[in-house]
């Protein structure tokens, strides 16, 4: 399937490791000329260099690093065409313990750079004529996680404005979707579990009975970023192996 994605121009935010570099991978693979964000300068840059994107190193938490974001892509590309929200997530914890203050850091770190990019980058969204917004999210936006209760109350408020967007901007053709990874194999999964990762019981809630890999999340952003994917907008897809039990 030729995907259309060649020639084209993507932003992949926290490219330098985990789903954001697998994600660059695949794009890249399939023709796009990718910018690569991530705080990271040596890592990036060597990733960067190995894919042929672009790496621009920053902190999406600044304005001024995602207005030198979008200004480079644009300098050397010439167009924006695809942007991929991914970041980190905030830290667990139980809802009991959270203040106001950790709610206020986890909106300033999941919503309000999603809301600067996507305004930095909509004009150049709308002159290509077929813009794509993907958002990596989590599970937590449709069944919340045990004692990840910043991201169960926060990631949801994103998918609310994503989907709003996404009827707002459907009349220009632009589209915008969220991904919903449920167990990947990332640093983030190690962090949570340890470094063996799920430990048998966790592994035995998910049908699948394994962890996901961060190409198969690429390869769900390759498909909703392409052409085959233009009547696909405000959806939530989750990639989790069939974990979640809910029907919608």
Known sequence: MDLGLSGRTAIVLGASQGMGLAISEGLASEGADVAMFAR???????????IGGLAVTGDLTSEADL???VDETVKAFGRIDVVVLNGGGPPP???????????????????????????????????????R???????????????LALSNAVRPGVVGWLKTL??????????????APGRIDTER????????????EALALIPAR?????????????????????????????????MLNGLF
């Open 40 to 50: 990271r300068a040596e890592v990036i840059e060597r990733e960067a260099k190995r």
């Open 67 to 69: 207005e030198r974001l």
């Open 93 to 131: 914890g139980p809802a009991a313990s959270v203040t106001a203050a950790d709610v206020a850091a986890a909106v300033e770190l999941l919503l309000v750079p999603h809301v600067r990019l996507v305004g930095l980058c909509l004009p150049y969204l709308r002159k290509s004529g077929r813009g």
């Open 133 to 147: 917004i993907v958002a990596i999210e989590s599970t937590s936006v449709k069944e919340p996680i045990a004692n």
């Open 166 to 179: 996404s009827r707002e901007l459907g009349p220009e053709g632009i589209t915008v979707n969220t991904i």
């Open 189 to 200: 999964l190690h962090a949570l579990y340890g470094p063996d990762g799920p430990p048998p």
């Open 210 to 242: 394994r962890v996901g890999a961060p190409a198969e999340i690429a390869a769900t952003v390759c498909f909703l970023a392409s052409e085959q994917a233009a009547y696909i907008s405000g959806a939530v897809v989750p990639v989790d192996g069939g």
